[in-house]
């Protein structure tokens, strides 16, 4: 089984502004005013998670990437994605924002 059976495509909100700085970002709410600063790995993450990549492939990448093995990259991305759609920048599903 793969990660996209049990985690719907997270896509970012209408509502929200990404920044790069750097290797990090800045995720800004513009309706609620929360930010959310990610660091290297995370702005990889967001990046992937814009550019409609899946979650499987998100962790796969990751892994490829990084000394983590599998189950703890997917933990990882599911945890920072659960962080951020719990703030309100990203929404899981059918409805989030379409492709560009």
Partial sequence: MSDDDVMPLPRPADHVVFR????????LNLQSGIY??????????????????????????????????????AGDVRRLVAQLVDKGLL??????????
């Avoid at 790069?20 to 995720?27: K, N, Q, T």
């Avoid at 995370?42 to 189950?71: E, K, L």
């Avoid at 929404?91 to 560009?100: D, Q």
């Fill in 91 to 100: 929404i899981m599903g059918a409805h989030a924002r379409p492709p560009l």
């Fill in 20 to 27: 790069e700085l750097d290797s990090e970002a800045v995720i």
């Fill in 36 to 73: 959310f600063g990610l660091d290297a790995i995370g702005t990889q993450i967001w990046q992937a998670i814009d550019r409609r990549d899946s979650v499987d492939a998100i962790v796969t990448a990751i892994v490829d990437a990084y000394d983590v093995d599998r189950a703890t990259a």
